[in-house]
C-alpha cells in the first residue's frame, strides 16, 4: 500500500470517526429527551396536578403541534416514565443510560425482571455494544441467570475471580442447528460456520485463532480443537468439544494441551492459558473429584442446542441463594 492509499484510509476513518460521534450524540439527546419528558410526567401525576387523562391530553396535543415526531403516543409517553422511574433512584446505572440505544432500552424494561437483571444488561449492552438482535438472543438464552448460577456457583478449586467471572456453566448453542445425532467433527464445523453468534454466545473479548490447532511434544504432533486468544485476560483459551458426558481422563488431556500452549505458543507479557472442556453433560462430583488435585485453569462447562426455560434458570439461581444463605447460618453457628 503506498503512502497515498494510506492518506485516503485516515480520511475514511475520520468521516467514520465523525459519524459514530454524531450518531452517539444523537442517542444522548434523544434518550435525555425521554428521560426529561418521563420526569415531568411522573413529577406531574405523583403531585397530582394530574390525572391518568391528561396523558391521553399530552398525546394528542403532541400529535397536532408536532405531526411529524414519532414514539409520543400514550403508550410511548408511559414507556418514557417507567424508563425515568426505573432508574432514577440507581446511582449506578443512571449515569449509564444515555450511552444505550432507545430500543434496546424498551427491551430491556420489558424482559427484566429485577433491578439487578436491568443493571446487568445495561452494562453488558456497555461492554458490548449489542445490536437490538444481539441483546434480543441474549435475554431469550437466559443470559444474566446463567452468568449468575456460574458465577455463584461453589467450585471444588477456586479460580481467579477475573477468570470465573468471563466463562458459564452452561452455554446455549440453539443457532448450530445440528442434527439428533452428530459427531465432534461436526460439532466443531457447526461452530466455525456460525462463528460469530458462537463468539456472541461466550463473549465478545475473545479473537479466533485456530481450529485443530496444532502443538508440537517431542516427536509428535497434537491437535487441539479451537484456540481463542482473550483479550481482557490476556491469555490463549483452548476449547475441546465432547458430544458425551464429561470423563476424568479429558482432563488430563485438556492439561497436557495447556502446558504445551505455555511453553511454546505463550507470549512473555501473556497470563497462562485457560481450558474449556465443552461436553452434552456433567457430573458434578464427578467434575469436583477430577479437578480437587488439578492446578491448571480448566472449566467444565455444559452445552444445549436449545434455549433453556427463562423460569427454571431463575429457580436455580433461587435454590442456589437459598442454600448459600443456609450455609451461611449454618457456619456462623445459628443453628446449634
Given at each position: 500500500?503506498?503512502?497515498?492509499?494510506?492518506?485516503?484510509?485516515?480520511?475514511?476513518?475520520?468521516?467514520?470517526?465523525?459519524?459514530?460521534?454524531?450518531?452517539?450524540?444523537?442517542?444522548?439527546?434523544?434518550?435525555?429527551?425521554?428521560?426529561?419528558?418521563?420526569?415531568?410526567?411522573?413529577?406531574?401525576?405523583?403531585?397530582?396536578?394530574?390525572?391518568?387523562?391528561?396523558?391521553?391530553?399530552?398525546?394528542?396535543?403532541?400529535?397536532?403541534?408536532?405531526?411529524?415526531?414519532?414514539?409520543?403516543?400514550?403508550?410511548?409517553?408511559?414507556?418514557?416514565?417507567?424508563?425515568?422511574?426505573?432508574?432514577?433512584?440507581?446511582?449506578?446505572?443512571?449515569?449509564?443510560?444515555?450511552?444505550?440505544?432507545?430500543?434496546?432500552?424498551?427491551?430491556?424494561?420489558?424482559?427484566?425482571?429485577?433491578?439487578?437483571?436491568?443493571?446487568?444488561?445495561?452494562?453488558?449492552?456497555?461492554?458490548?455494544?449489542?445490536?437490538?438482535?444481539?441483546?434480543?438472543?441474549?435475554?431469550?438464552?437466559?443470559?444474566?441467570?446463567?452468568?449468575?448460577?456460574?458465577?455463584?456457583?461453589?467450585?471444588?478449586?477456586?479460580?481467579?475471580?477475573?477468570?470465573?467471572?468471563?466463562?458459564?456453566?452452561?452455554?446455549?448453542?440453539?443457532?448450530?442447528?445440528?442434527?439428533?445425532?452428530?459427531?465432534?467433527?461436526?460439532?466443531?464445523?457447526?461452530?466455525?460456520?456460525?462463528?460469530?453468534?458462537?463468539?456472541?454466545?461466550?463473549?465478545?473479548?475473545?479473537?479466533?485463532?485456530?481450529?485443530?490447532?496444532?502443538?508440537?511434544?517431542?516427536?509428535?504432533?497434537?491437535?487441539?480443537?479451537?484456540?481463542?486468544?482473550?483479550?481482557?485476560?490476556?491469555?490463549?483459551?483452548?476449547?475441546?468439544?465432547?458430544?458425551?458426558?464429561?470423563?476424568?481422563?479429558?482432563?488430563?488431556?485438556?492439561?497436557?494441551?495447556?502446558?504445551?500452549?505455555?511453553?511454546?505458543?505463550?507470549?512473555?507479557?501473556?497470563?497462562?492459558?485457560?481450558?474449556?472442556?465443552?461436553?452434552?453433560?456433567?457430573?458434578?462430583?464427578?467434575?469436583?473429584?477430577?479437578?480437587?488435585?488439578?492446578?491448571?485453569?480448566?472449566?467444565?462447562?455444559?452445552?444445549?442446542?436449545?434455549?433453556?426455560d427463562k423460569k427454571l434458570l431463575r429457580q436455580k439461581l433461587h435454590e442456589?441463594?437459598?442454600?448459600?444463605?443456609?450455609?451461611?447460618?449454618?457456619?456462623?453457628?445459628?443453628?446449634?
Amino acid at each position: 500500500m503506498n503512502d497515498l492509499s494510506k492518506g485516503f484510509i485516515n480520511v475514511v476513518n475520520l468521516i467514520q470517526e465523525a459519524r459514530d460521534n454524531a450518531f452517539r450524540k444523537v442517542n444522548e439527546e434523544l434518550i435525555l429527551l425521554y428521560w426529561n419528558v418521563g420526569k415531568y410526567i411522573s413529577e406531574q401525576l405523583v403531585s397530582q396536578k394530574w390525572g391518568s387523562s391528561y396523558v391521553d391530553e399530552l398525546a394528542s396535543f403532541i400529535s397536532e403541534n408536532c405531526p411529524d415526531v414519532k414514539g409520543f403516543n400514550r403508550r410511548g409517553l408511559y414507556r418514557m416514565k417507567q424508563f425515568y422511574e426505573t432508574y432514577k433512584d440507581n446511582e449506578f446505572v443512571s449515569p449509564l443510560v444515555t450511552q444505550i440505544s432507545w430500543t434496546n432500552h424498551l427491551l430491556i424494561l420489558s424482559s427484566a425482571k429485577t433491578d439487578e437483571e436491568r443493571e446487568f444488561y445495561v452494562k453488558l449492552c456497555l461492554k458490548e455494544k449489542y445490536s437490538k438482535r444481539e441483546l434480543e438472543r441474549q435475554l431469550d438464552s437466559g443470559y444474566f441467570e446463567r452468568f449468575m448460577l456460574s458465577t455463584e456457583k461453589l467450585e471444588p478449586v477456586p479460580l481467579p475471580s477475573a477468570i470465573k467471572s468471563n466463562f458459564l456453566d452452561t452455554y446455549v448453542l440453539e443457532f448450530l442447528s445440528l442434527p439428533e445425532k452428530f459427531s465432534e467433527h461436526e460439532f466443531k464445523k457447526a461452530i466455525i460456520a456460525n462463528l460469530k453468534d458462537f463468539i456472541l454466545e461466550i463473549g465478545r473479548d475473545y479473537t479466533f485463532v485456530g481450529e485443530e490447532y496444532r502443538v508440537m511434544v517431542g516427536n509428535s504432533d497434537y491437535y487441539i480443537d479451537l484456540l481463542f486468544y482473550h483479550r481482557g485476560l490476556a491469555c490463549l483459551v483452548a476449547f475441546e468439544l465432547k458430544i458425551g458426558v464429561f470423563k476424568p481422563e479429558h482432563l488430563g488431556k485438556m492439561n497436557f494441551y495447556l502446558e504445551a500452549l505455555d511453553r511454546e505458543h505463550k507470549k512473555n507479557n501473556e497470563n497462562p492459558s485457560v481450558g474449556i472442556i465443552l461436553c452434552a453433560s456433567k457430573d458434578d462430583e464427578v467434575v469436583e473429584f477430577a479437578l480437587s488435585r488439578s492446578l491448571s485453569p480448566t472449566l467444565i462447562s455444559e452445552y444445549t442446542l436449545k434455549l433453556i426455560d427463562k423460569k427454571l434458570l431463575r429457580q436455580k439461581l433461587h435454590e442456589l441463594a437459598e442454600m448459600a444463605d443456609f450455609n451461611m447460618i449454618d457456619s456462623e453457628g445459628y443453628n446449634d
